[in-house]
């Protein structure tokens, strides 16, 4: 089992940066990736992003592409997403997750640890 958990969101003007962190734990051996998604009220659980751990492949939506950058540092079995240009639609709850798979899913129902979750509010 690997534990994850996600810190670094608060509250950011529209325009604003944050950086969100997710620290993994546990048995992250058979962790091939991991995966950034973000839920708003009322909302589905969006796909966001998500970076492979042996070539550092990132993958990005289509909403934030070019905007967020996913990091990775696997000394310390951490992934980072670096949010720029922040709007107010990025509002959410972001989680990050491990895929099933080798190739990371948007689907979140390929993941199968999850963090609690860091609430990002972005004011416009």
């Known amino acids: 089992q690997v534990q994850l958990v996600e810190s670094g969101g608060g509250l950011v003007q529209a325009g604003g940066s944050l950086r969100l962190s997710c620290a993994a734990s546990?048995?992250?051996?058979?962790?091939?990736?991991l995966g950034w998604f973000r839920q708003a009220p009322g909302k589905e659980r969006e796909f966001v992003g998500a970076?492979?751990?042996?070539?550092?492949?990132?993958y990005y939506a289509d909403s934030v592409r070019g905007r967020f950058t996913i990091s990775s540092d696997n000394a310390k079995n951490t992934v980072y997403l670096q949010m720029n240009s922040l709007k107010p639609e990025d509002t959410a709850v972001y989680f990050c997750?491990?895929?099933?798979?080798?190739?990371?899913?948007?689907?979140?129902?390929?993941?199968?640890?999850w963090g609690p979750g860091t609430q990002v509010t972005v004011s416009s």
């Open positions: 997750a491990r895929p099933r798979t080798v190739v990371p899913s948007i689907n979140p129902v390929e993941y199968d640890s």
């Open positions: 546990g048995r992250t051996s058979g962790s091939y990736a």
């Open positions: 970076v492979s751990w042996s070539d550092g492949s990132t």
